[in-house]
Protein backbone atom coordinates (compact mmCIF):
# COMPACT_ATOMS: atom_id res chain seq x y z
CA UNK A 1 0.00 0.00 0.00
CA UNK A 2 1.01 3.62 -0.28
CA UNK A 3 2.19 4.16 3.20
CA UNK A 4 2.10 8.19 5.00
CA UNK A 5 3.77 9.52 7.23
CA UNK A 6 3.47 13.02 8.53
CA UNK A 7 6.81 15.74 7.70
CA UNK A 8 7.89 18.76 10.33
CA UNK A 9 5.04 21.23 10.18
CA UNK A 10 7.03 24.59 9.40
CA UNK A 11 8.56 22.21 6.45
CA UNK A 12 8.05 24.37 3.20
CA UNK A 13 5.40 22.14 0.97
CA UNK A 14 6.13 22.18 -2.98
CA UNK A 15 3.57 23.32 -5.08
CA UNK A 16 3.10 20.26 -7.67
CA UNK A 17 0.39 19.75 -10.59
CA UNK A 18 -1.12 16.87 -12.02
CA UNK A 19 -3.10 16.61 -15.27
CA UNK A 20 -5.35 13.58 -15.90
CA UNK A 21 -6.24 12.96 -19.91
CA UNK A 22 -9.41 10.92 -19.70
CA UNK A 23 -12.31 9.94 -21.96
CA UNK A 24 -14.34 12.92 -21.12
CA UNK A 25 -12.39 15.30 -19.85
CA UNK A 26 -8.69 16.48 -19.25
CA UNK A 27 -8.48 17.46 -15.40
CA UNK A 28 -5.79 20.00 -13.52
CA UNK A 29 -4.91 19.73 -10.01
CA UNK A 30 -2.25 22.30 -8.75
CA UNK A 31 -1.31 21.59 -4.89
CA UNK A 32 1.20 21.99 -2.06
CA UNK A 33 2.11 19.03 -1.74
CA UNK A 34 3.04 16.88 1.52
CA UNK A 35 3.38 12.64 2.07
CA UNK A 36 -0.23 12.56 3.54
CA UNK A 37 -1.88 15.95 2.82
CA UNK A 38 -2.77 18.57 -0.35
CA UNK A 39 -3.55 22.18 -0.33
CA UNK A 40 -5.05 22.44 -3.35
CA UNK A 41 -5.15 25.89 -4.97
CA UNK A 42 -6.23 25.23 -9.03
CA UNK A 43 -9.03 22.85 -9.70
CA UNK A 44 -9.75 23.23 -13.49
CA UNK A 45 -11.73 20.90 -15.65
CA UNK A 46 -12.54 20.75 -19.54
CA UNK A 47 -14.63 18.59 -21.51
CA UNK A 48 -13.13 17.71 -24.62
CA UNK A 49 -14.67 14.05 -24.91
CA UNK A 50 -11.68 11.93 -26.61
CA UNK A 51 -13.59 9.28 -25.69
CA UNK A 52 -16.57 9.69 -28.52
CA UNK A 53 -14.06 9.66 -31.37
CA UNK A 54 -12.59 6.33 -29.85
CA UNK A 55 -15.78 4.48 -29.29
CA UNK A 56 -17.03 5.75 -33.05
CA UNK A 57 -13.74 5.02 -34.97
CA UNK A 58 -11.28 3.11 -32.95
CA UNK A 59 -9.06 6.49 -33.02
CA UNK A 60 -8.47 9.81 -31.78
CA UNK A 61 -9.49 12.72 -34.68
CA UNK A 62 -7.83 14.94 -35.51
CA UNK A 63 -10.78 17.62 -33.89
CA UNK A 64 -10.19 15.74 -30.71
CA UNK A 65 -6.39 15.75 -30.74
CA UNK A 66 -6.37 19.27 -31.49
CA UNK A 67 -9.15 20.46 -28.42
CA UNK A 68 -6.58 18.18 -26.42
CA UNK A 69 -3.54 19.93 -27.21
CA UNK A 70 -5.43 23.36 -26.97
CA UNK A 71 -6.20 22.52 -23.56
CA UNK A 72 -3.35 21.10 -22.15
CA UNK A 73 -1.18 23.95 -23.47
CA UNK A 74 -3.71 26.35 -21.30
CA UNK A 75 -2.91 24.20 -17.89
CA UNK A 76 0.81 23.59 -18.41
CA UNK A 77 0.72 27.74 -18.34
CA UNK A 78 -1.95 27.67 -15.71
CA UNK A 79 0.26 25.37 -13.87
CA UNK A 80 4.05 26.87 -14.35
CA UNK A 81 2.10 30.38 -13.56
CA UNK A 82 1.53 29.12 -9.93
CA UNK A 83 5.52 28.01 -9.68
CA UNK A 84 4.64 24.50 -10.06
CA UNK A 85 6.60 21.38 -10.45
CA UNK A 86 7.09 18.77 -11.73
CA UNK A 87 3.72 18.33 -14.12
CA UNK A 88 2.35 14.82 -13.87
CA UNK A 89 0.57 13.94 -16.60
CA UNK A 90 -1.08 10.50 -17.00
CA UNK A 91 -4.00 9.25 -20.01
CA UNK A 92 -6.41 6.63 -18.93
CA UNK A 93 -8.91 4.47 -20.96
CA UNK A 94 -9.44 6.57 -24.31
CA UNK A 95 -5.77 6.67 -24.60
CA UNK A 96 -5.26 3.17 -23.90
CA UNK A 97 -7.83 1.58 -26.33
CA UNK A 98 -7.19 4.44 -29.00
CA UNK A 99 -5.02 2.93 -32.35
CA UNK A 100 -3.47 6.32 -32.91
CA UNK A 101 -2.55 6.40 -28.88
CA UNK A 102 1.35 6.72 -29.68
CA UNK A 103 0.84 9.40 -32.00
CA UNK A 104 -1.16 11.57 -29.95
CA UNK A 105 1.28 10.90 -26.98
CA UNK A 106 3.96 12.30 -29.45
CA UNK A 107 2.04 14.80 -30.55
CA UNK A 108 1.48 16.09 -26.82
CA UNK A 109 4.64 15.58 -26.22
CA UNK A 110 5.82 17.66 -29.25
CA UNK A 111 3.63 20.64 -28.94
CA UNK A 112 3.49 20.68 -25.21
CA UNK A 113 6.95 19.12 -23.59
CA UNK A 114 4.47 17.50 -21.59
CA UNK A 115 5.38 13.78 -21.11
CA UNK A 116 2.25 12.21 -20.75
CA UNK A 117 2.28 8.42 -18.56
CA UNK A 118 -0.45 5.82 -19.97
CA UNK A 119 -0.98 3.91 -17.57
CA UNK A 120 -2.85 0.86 -17.60
CA UNK A 121 -6.44 0.20 -15.63
CA UNK A 122 -4.66 -1.48 -11.59
CA UNK A 123 -2.41 1.96 -11.83
CA UNK A 124 -5.49 4.00 -12.50
CA UNK A 125 -7.26 2.23 -9.87
CA UNK A 126 -4.56 2.29 -7.22
CA UNK A 127 -3.74 5.86 -7.54
CA UNK A 128 -7.74 6.76 -7.14
CA UNK A 129 -8.40 5.41 -4.32
CA UNK A 130 -5.58 6.82 -2.60
CA UNK A 131 -6.69 10.58 -3.98
CA UNK A 132 -10.31 9.57 -3.25
CA UNK A 133 -9.54 8.24 0.53
CA UNK A 134 -7.00 10.46 1.82
CA UNK A 135 -8.84 13.02 3.60
CA UNK A 136 -10.78 10.28 5.28
CA UNK A 137 -7.60 8.27 6.53
CA UNK A 138 -6.16 11.42 7.50
CA UNK A 139 -9.31 12.18 9.91
CA UNK A 140 -9.63 8.12 10.24
CA UNK A 141 -12.81 8.17 9.24
CA UNK A 142 -12.12 5.05 6.44
CA UNK A 143 -14.88 2.34 7.04
CA UNK A 144 -13.58 -1.46 7.32
CA UNK A 145 -15.09 -2.43 4.35
CA UNK A 146 -14.24 0.30 2.10
CA UNK A 147 -14.80 0.14 -1.57
CA UNK A 148 -13.90 3.63 -4.30
CA UNK A 149 -15.33 3.64 -7.94
CA UNK A 150 -14.25 6.08 -10.21
CA UNK A 151 -16.61 6.23 -12.80
CA UNK A 152 -15.05 7.94 -16.21
CA UNK A 153 -16.03 8.22 -19.35
CA UNK A 154 -14.52 5.29 -20.75
CA UNK A 155 -13.72 3.18 -17.78
CA UNK A 156 -14.39 2.70 -14.41
CA UNK A 157 -12.22 1.98 -11.49
CA UNK A 158 -13.52 -0.33 -8.59
CA UNK A 159 -11.29 -1.03 -5.86
CA UNK A 160 -12.24 -2.37 -2.35
CA UNK A 161 -9.92 -2.22 0.71
CA UNK A 162 -9.74 -3.18 4.61
CA UNK A 163 -8.89 0.32 6.47
CA UNK A 164 -5.91 1.54 3.87
CA UNK A 165 -5.40 -1.86 2.74
CA UNK A 166 -5.95 -2.48 -0.74
CA UNK A 167 -7.72 -6.09 -0.77
CA UNK A 168 -9.05 -5.97 -4.67
CA UNK A 169 -9.29 -3.90 -7.58
CA UNK A 170 -10.37 -3.78 -11.09
CA UNK A 171 -10.69 -1.72 -14.42
CA UNK A 172 -14.03 -2.00 -16.01
CA UNK A 173 -13.87 -0.81 -19.75
CA UNK A 174 -17.52 0.76 -19.29
CA UNK A 175 -17.84 4.60 -18.52
CA UNK A 176 -20.23 7.00 -18.84
CA UNK A 177 -19.80 8.25 -22.64
CA UNK A 178 -18.88 4.79 -23.62
CA UNK A 179 -22.38 3.83 -22.77
CA UNK A 180 -24.41 7.03 -24.03
CA UNK A 181 -22.70 6.56 -27.14
CA UNK A 182 -23.45 2.88 -27.50
CA UNK A 183 -26.80 2.88 -25.83
CA UNK A 184 -27.90 5.87 -25.31
CA UNK A 185 -27.89 8.37 -28.16
CA UNK A 186 -31.98 9.73 -27.87
CA UNK A 187 -31.75 13.49 -26.37
CA UNK A 188 -33.31 12.61 -23.68
CA UNK A 189 -32.90 8.96 -23.52
CA UNK A 190 -35.76 6.75 -24.48
CA UNK A 191 -37.38 4.02 -22.29
CA UNK A 192 -36.28 1.43 -24.54
CA UNK A 193 -32.76 2.80 -24.94
CA UNK A 194 -33.18 2.95 -20.89
CA UNK A 195 -34.17 -0.59 -20.48
CA UNK A 196 -31.61 -1.81 -22.66
CA UNK A 197 -28.66 -0.03 -21.44
CA UNK A 198 -30.04 -1.58 -17.83
CA UNK A 199 -29.92 -5.00 -19.06
CA UNK A 200 -26.64 -4.66 -19.93
CA UNK A 201 -25.15 -3.14 -16.81
CA UNK A 202 -26.90 -5.65 -14.37
CA UNK A 203 -25.95 -8.51 -16.82
CA UNK A 204 -22.29 -6.98 -17.11
CA UNK A 205 -21.54 -6.57 -13.35
CA UNK A 206 -23.31 -10.23 -12.59
CA UNK A 207 -19.26 -10.92 -13.71
CA UNK A 208 -17.41 -8.99 -11.30
CA UNK A 209 -16.40 -10.73 -7.86
CA UNK A 210 -14.35 -8.62 -5.17
CA UNK A 211 -12.53 -10.10 -2.16
CA UNK A 212 -14.78 -8.72 -0.24
CA UNK A 213 -18.24 -7.10 -0.80
CA UNK A 214 -17.73 -3.30 0.56
CA UNK A 215 -20.17 -2.01 2.91
CA UNK A 216 -19.17 1.59 1.94
CA UNK A 217 -19.00 3.14 -1.28
CA UNK A 218 -17.31 6.03 -2.47
CA UNK A 219 -17.62 7.48 -6.06
CA UNK A 220 -15.38 9.80 -7.79
CA UNK A 221 -15.03 11.33 -10.83
CA UNK A 222 -17.05 13.84 -13.14
CA UNK A 223 -20.49 12.11 -13.40
CA UNK A 224 -20.39 11.42 -9.54
CA UNK A 225 -19.77 15.20 -8.57
CA UNK A 226 -22.33 16.26 -11.80
CA UNK A 227 -24.77 14.23 -10.00
CA UNK A 228 -24.28 15.60 -6.55
CA UNK A 229 -24.10 19.45 -8.15
CA UNK A 230 -27.56 18.54 -9.45
CA UNK A 231 -29.22 16.72 -6.77
CA UNK A 232 -27.84 20.26 -4.52
CA UNK A 233 -29.45 22.82 -6.47
CA UNK A 234 -32.87 20.78 -8.33
CA UNK A 235 -33.60 18.79 -4.82
CA UNK A 236 -32.09 21.54 -2.27
CA UNK A 237 -29.75 19.33 -0.68
CA UNK A 238 -27.33 21.31 2.13
CA UNK A 239 -24.33 21.75 0.25
CA UNK A 240 -22.32 20.65 2.49
CA UNK A 241 -24.06 16.96 1.72
CA UNK A 242 -21.45 14.45 0.24
CA UNK A 243 -23.85 11.52 -0.09
CA UNK A 244 -25.97 10.74 -3.10
CA UNK A 245 -29.18 8.51 -1.43
CA UNK A 246 -30.98 5.83 -3.75
CA UNK A 247 -34.31 7.82 -3.23
CA UNK A 248 -32.24 11.04 -4.14
CA UNK A 249 -31.15 9.44 -7.60
CA UNK A 250 -34.25 8.30 -8.51
CA UNK A 251 -35.44 11.76 -8.68
CA UNK A 252 -32.42 13.14 -10.58
CA UNK A 253 -33.18 10.51 -12.61
CA UNK A 254 -36.63 11.38 -13.59
CA UNK A 255 -35.30 14.97 -14.32
CA UNK A 256 -33.00 13.48 -16.94
CA UNK A 257 -35.11 11.24 -18.18
CA UNK A 258 -37.64 13.80 -19.15
CA UNK A 259 -35.47 16.71 -19.84
CA UNK A 260 -33.10 16.83 -22.74
CA UNK A 261 -29.54 17.89 -22.19
CA UNK A 262 -30.06 20.99 -23.57
CA UNK A 263 -32.54 22.12 -21.12
CA UNK A 264 -30.70 20.61 -17.95
CA UNK A 265 -27.70 22.37 -19.16
CA UNK A 266 -29.59 26.12 -18.90
CA UNK A 267 -31.82 24.93 -15.74
CA UNK A 268 -29.23 23.45 -13.71
CA UNK A 269 -25.96 25.09 -14.98
CA UNK A 270 -24.29 21.62 -15.81
CA UNK A 271 -21.65 21.54 -19.18
CA UNK A 272 -23.51 21.12 -22.23
CA UNK A 273 -20.91 18.26 -22.75
CA UNK A 274 -21.59 16.37 -19.28
CA UNK A 275 -25.74 17.26 -19.69
CA UNK A 276 -25.10 15.13 -22.84
CA UNK A 277 -23.81 12.00 -20.52
CA UNK A 278 -25.30 12.23 -17.21
CA UNK A 279 -28.56 9.95 -17.38
CA UNK A 280 -25.82 7.39 -18.72
CA UNK A 281 -23.37 8.13 -15.60
CA UNK A 282 -26.49 8.02 -13.34
CA UNK A 283 -27.55 4.72 -14.59
CA UNK A 284 -24.01 3.28 -13.94
CA UNK A 285 -23.91 4.15 -10.70
CA UNK A 286 -27.36 2.88 -9.62
CA UNK A 287 -26.53 -0.26 -10.99
CA UNK A 288 -23.37 -0.31 -9.25
CA UNK A 289 -25.13 0.44 -5.99
CA UNK A 290 -27.47 -2.28 -6.57
CA UNK A 291 -24.59 -4.89 -7.29
CA UNK A 292 -23.39 -4.22 -4.18
CA UNK A 293 -27.37 -3.71 -2.32
CA UNK A 294 -26.45 -0.20 -1.46
CA UNK A 295 -28.92 2.71 -0.14
CA UNK A 296 -26.19 5.53 -0.88
CA UNK A 297 -22.95 6.42 -1.42
CA UNK A 298 -20.40 9.32 -0.88
CA UNK A 299 -19.07 11.27 -3.24
CA UNK A 300 -15.66 12.50 -3.43
CA UNK A 301 -13.86 15.53 -5.45
CA UNK A 302 -10.58 13.55 -5.32
CA UNK A 303 -9.19 10.73 -7.51
CA UNK A 304 -6.54 9.87 -10.01
CA UNK A 305 -4.54 13.81 -9.75
CA UNK A 306 -4.27 13.61 -6.26
CA UNK A 307 -3.19 10.40 -5.89
CA UNK A 308 -0.44 11.11 -8.73
CA UNK A 309 0.48 14.42 -6.40
CA UNK A 310 0.90 12.02 -3.26
CA UNK A 311 2.50 9.17 -4.52
CA UNK A 312 5.08 11.91 -6.12
CA UNK A 313 5.57 13.49 -2.34
CA UNK A 314 6.17 10.04 -1.08
CA UNK A 315 8.29 8.43 -3.70
CA UNK A 316 9.84 11.16 -6.11
CA UNK A 317 10.80 10.82 -9.61
CA UNK A 318 9.96 6.36 -8.85
CA UNK A 319 6.49 7.60 -8.28
CA UNK A 320 5.17 5.46 -11.25
CA UNK A 321 7.27 2.72 -10.66
CA UNK A 322 6.71 2.57 -7.13
CA UNK A 323 2.75 2.39 -8.07
CA UNK A 324 2.84 -0.06 -10.91
CA UNK A 325 4.43 -1.91 -8.24
CA UNK A 326 1.73 -2.04 -6.08
CA UNK A 327 -0.56 -2.35 -8.44
CA UNK A 328 1.10 -5.63 -9.79
CA UNK A 329 0.97 -7.31 -6.42
CA UNK A 330 -1.05 -10.46 -6.19
CA UNK A 331 -3.30 -10.74 -2.69
CA UNK A 332 -5.03 -13.69 -3.74
CA UNK A 333 -4.45 -16.98 -1.62
CA UNK A 334 -5.30 -19.90 -3.43
CA UNK A 335 -8.53 -20.40 -1.84
CA UNK A 336 -9.42 -17.03 -3.33
CA UNK A 337 -9.01 -18.41 -6.59
CA UNK A 338 -10.01 -21.53 -6.25
CA UNK A 339 -13.57 -19.51 -5.03
CA UNK A 340 -12.96 -17.49 -7.62
CA UNK A 341 -12.83 -19.72 -10.59
CA UNK A 342 -15.94 -21.64 -9.25
CA UNK A 343 -18.03 -18.15 -9.33
CA UNK A 344 -16.62 -17.26 -12.77
CA UNK A 345 -17.58 -21.00 -14.20
CA UNK A 346 -21.23 -20.60 -12.76
CA UNK A 347 -21.39 -16.67 -14.85
CA UNK A 348 -20.35 -18.33 -17.68
CA UNK A 349 -23.41 -20.94 -17.69
CA UNK A 350 -25.47 -17.94 -16.68
CA UNK A 351 -24.19 -16.20 -19.96
CA UNK A 352 -24.32 -18.99 -22.43
CA UNK A 353 -28.14 -19.20 -21.32
CA UNK A 354 -28.94 -15.73 -21.12
CA UNK A 355 -27.69 -15.02 -25.01
CA UNK A 356 -29.26 -18.41 -25.79
CA UNK A 357 -33.01 -17.15 -24.70
CA UNK A 358 -32.14 -13.86 -25.72
CA UNK A 359 -31.89 -15.09 -29.33
CA UNK A 360 -34.62 -17.37 -29.50
CA UNK A 361 -36.78 -14.54 -28.07
CA UNK A 362 -35.94 -12.47 -30.64
CA UNK A 363 -36.26 -15.18 -33.18
CA UNK A 364 -40.06 -15.61 -32.18
CA UNK A 365 -41.36 -12.11 -33.37
CA UNK A 366 -39.82 -13.21 -37.06
CA UNK A 367 -43.22 -14.29 -38.39
CA UNK A 368 -45.22 -11.55 -37.08
CA UNK A 369 -43.09 -9.11 -38.66
CA UNK A 370 -43.12 -11.12 -41.87
CA UNK A 371 -46.68 -10.68 -41.54
CA UNK A 372 -46.67 -6.70 -41.38
CA UNK A 373 -49.81 -6.68 -39.33
CA UNK A 374 -49.18 -5.08 -36.17
CA UNK A 375 -46.44 -2.26 -36.40
CA UNK A 376 -45.69 -3.45 -32.34
CA UNK A 377 -43.99 -6.81 -33.88
CA UNK A 378 -41.36 -4.83 -35.80
CA UNK A 379 -40.79 -2.11 -32.38
CA UNK A 380 -40.52 -5.63 -30.28
CA UNK A 381 -37.94 -7.44 -32.32
CA UNK A 382 -36.02 -4.50 -32.64
CA UNK A 383 -35.77 -4.25 -28.69
CA UNK A 384 -35.26 -7.78 -28.83
CA UNK A 385 -31.69 -7.25 -30.86
CA UNK A 386 -30.73 -4.27 -28.33
CA UNK A 387 -31.21 -6.86 -25.69
CA UNK A 388 -29.40 -9.89 -27.27
CA UNK A 389 -26.34 -6.95 -28.20
CA UNK A 390 -26.12 -5.62 -24.34
CA UNK A 391 -26.02 -9.46 -23.26
CA UNK A 392 -23.32 -9.92 -25.87
CA UNK A 393 -21.43 -6.71 -24.92
CA UNK A 394 -22.07 -8.38 -21.48
CA UNK A 395 -20.28 -11.74 -22.04
CA UNK A 396 -18.08 -10.90 -24.81
CA UNK A 397 -15.48 -11.75 -22.68
CA UNK A 398 -16.60 -15.57 -22.06
CA UNK A 399 -17.04 -16.18 -26.43
CA UNK A 400 -14.94 -17.15 -29.21
CA UNK A 401 -13.68 -13.84 -30.87
CA UNK A 402 -14.27 -14.85 -34.09
CA UNK A 403 -18.02 -16.69 -33.76
CA UNK A 404 -18.85 -13.87 -30.95
CA UNK A 405 -18.08 -11.04 -34.30
CA UNK A 406 -20.29 -12.91 -36.84
CA UNK A 407 -22.81 -13.35 -34.43
CA UNK A 408 -22.69 -9.59 -33.39
CA UNK A 409 -22.29 -8.53 -36.92
CA UNK A 410 -25.60 -10.54 -37.92
CA UNK A 411 -27.66 -8.91 -35.01
CA UNK A 412 -26.56 -5.66 -35.50
CA UNK A 413 -27.35 -6.07 -39.36
CA UNK A 414 -30.79 -7.23 -38.29
CA UNK A 415 -31.46 -4.03 -35.56
CA UNK A 416 -30.50 -1.59 -38.59
CA UNK A 417 -33.37 -3.45 -41.19
CA UNK A 418 -35.73 -3.51 -38.42
CA UNK A 419 -35.10 0.18 -36.78
CA UNK A 420 -35.42 1.20 -40.82
CA UNK A 421 -39.01 0.27 -40.37
CA UNK A 422 -40.03 1.24 -36.97
CA UNK A 423 -38.45 4.56 -37.28
CA UNK A 424 -40.69 5.28 -39.82
CA UNK A 425 -43.56 3.48 -38.44
CA UNK A 426 -43.12 6.41 -35.42
CA UNK A 427 -42.63 9.10 -38.24
CA UNK A 428 -46.08 7.52 -39.95
CA UNK A 429 -47.73 7.68 -36.32
CA UNK A 430 -46.63 11.20 -34.98
CA UNK A 431 -47.92 12.67 -38.32
CA UNK A 432 -51.57 11.14 -37.98
CA UNK A 433 -51.64 12.62 -34.47
CA UNK A 434 -50.42 16.10 -35.73
CA UNK A 435 -53.09 15.36 -38.42
CA UNK A 436 -55.78 15.52 -36.00
CA UNK A 437 -54.63 19.19 -34.21
CA UNK A 438 -54.32 21.17 -37.21
CA UNK A 439 -56.86 23.05 -39.55
CA UNK A 440 -58.08 21.23 -42.70
CA UNK A 441 -56.31 23.32 -44.93
CA UNK A 442 -52.87 21.91 -43.18
CA UNK A 443 -54.20 18.70 -43.07
CA UNK A 444 -53.79 18.14 -47.08
CA UNK A 445 -50.07 18.75 -46.60
CA UNK A 446 -49.75 16.09 -43.85
CA UNK A 447 -51.54 13.20 -46.39
CA UNK A 448 -49.18 13.86 -48.92
CA UNK A 449 -46.51 13.35 -46.04
CA UNK A 450 -47.92 10.66 -44.71
CA UNK A 451 -48.85 9.00 -47.92
CA UNK A 452 -45.07 9.35 -49.07
CA UNK A 453 -44.07 7.53 -46.21
CA UNK A 454 -46.20 4.89 -46.43
CA UNK A 455 -44.78 4.35 -49.39
CA UNK A 456 -41.12 3.94 -48.28
CA UNK A 457 -42.32 1.65 -45.37
CA UNK A 458 -43.81 -0.80 -47.81
CA UNK A 459 -39.97 -0.89 -49.58
CA UNK A 460 -39.07 -1.23 -46.31
CA UNK A 461 -41.57 -4.27 -45.45
CA UNK A 462 -39.98 -5.82 -49.17
CA UNK A 463 -36.45 -5.40 -47.42
CA UNK A 464 -36.94 -7.28 -44.26
CA UNK A 465 -38.55 -9.96 -46.06
CA UNK A 466 -35.46 -9.88 -48.54
CA UNK A 467 -33.33 -10.07 -45.83
CA UNK A 468 -35.43 -12.58 -43.45
CA UNK A 469 -35.65 -15.01 -46.02
CA UNK A 470 -31.72 -15.42 -46.81
CA UNK A 471 -31.74 -15.83 -42.52
CA UNK A 472 -31.31 -19.34 -41.32
CA UNK A 473 -32.18 -19.41 -37.59
CA UNK A 474 -30.92 -22.78 -37.51
CA UNK A 475 -27.32 -21.54 -38.33
CA UNK A 476 -27.16 -18.23 -36.59
CA UNK A 477 -28.36 -20.71 -33.34
CA UNK A 478 -25.54 -23.11 -34.34
CA UNK A 479 -23.43 -19.78 -34.78
CA UNK A 480 -24.05 -18.29 -30.86
CA UNK A 481 -23.38 -21.83 -29.21
CA UNK A 482 -20.43 -21.86 -31.13
CA UNK A 483 -19.40 -18.45 -29.29
CA UNK A 484 -19.02 -20.55 -25.69
CA UNK A 485 -17.78 -23.81 -27.52
CA UNK A 486 -14.11 -22.68 -27.46
CA UNK A 487 -14.55 -21.37 -24.13
CA UNK A 488 -16.69 -24.14 -22.71
CA UNK A 489 -13.42 -27.05 -23.36
Same mark, same amino acid.
Not at 92 to 109: G, M, P, W, Y
Not at 175 to 182: A, E, F, I, Q, T
Not at 256 to 275: F, K, N
Given at each position: ??????????????????????????????????????????????????????????????????????????????? *??? %??????????????????????? @?????????????????????????? @??????????????? %?????????????????????????????????????????????? &???????????????????? $?????????????????????????? $???????? *????????????????????????????????? @??????????????????????? %????????????????????????????????????????????????????????????????? &???????????????????????????? &???????????????????????????????????????? *?????????????????????????????????? %??????????? &???????? @?
Amino acid at each position: MLELSQGPEDQPKPMRAAIDIGSNTIHLVVARCQVDDLEIVVDEVEMVRIGESVTASGAISLQKRDAALKTLHAYKSLA *EQQ %GAYPILVVATEAIRKAANSSEFL @ADVKRETGLDVQLIDGNVEATLTFYG @ATYELVKQRDAAAGL %GVMDLGGGSTELVTAQGEQITWRISLPIGSGWLHDRYLPANPPTAD &EIEVAQTFLHTYLQGIHPAD $EPSALIATGGSANSLLFLARLALGLD $ETEMRLTD *ETLVRCEAILHSLSAEEVTQRYQQPSGRAKILP @AGLLIIRAMMERFHLSEIRVSPH %GIREGALLAYARYGEQWLQRVQALADEDGKTKKRAEKVEKVEQSFRKAGYSAILTRTQKMLSWRD &EVLKHEDSEAVHKMRVATRRLRAALDAY &ESLCEPKQFKKVYRRTKKMADVLGNARDTDVMIEGLQVRR *EQVTPDEQAGIDWLIDRLSAYRRHQQKVLAAFFK %GFDDRAFLQQV &EACFQQKE @A
